[in-house]
């Protein structure tokens, strides 16, 4: 009777992972909810006039992490 089971939920967490849907094509995580990208592609970039719009419960200070974060990596 074990076996079975065991089974059955092999296949069912094998078909729930096999119906996930892609990330994209960007290499983002968490995905955002709105990306918009220029027409000929190109770079993206960061001026002093680029403006971040952050909702939610407990992000006080995110903004001001990212920016760390982004002049860590990119100097």
Avoid: N
Avoid at 22 to 32: E, F, K, R, V, Y
Wanted: overall charge neutral.
């Amino acid at each position: 009777m074990l076996l079975p089971r065991t089974l059955l939920a092999v296949l069912c967490s094998l078909t729930f992972s096999t119906q996930a849907a892609p990330a994209g094509d960007l290499p983002l995580m968490p995905w955002p909810q709105q990306v918009t990208q220029p027409a000929g592609g190109g770079a993206f970039t960061l001026t002093p006039q680029f403006s971040l719009h952050i909702t939610g419960d407990h992000l006080e200070g995110a903004e001001a992490r990212w920016r760390a974060s982004i002049a860590r990596q990119t100097g």
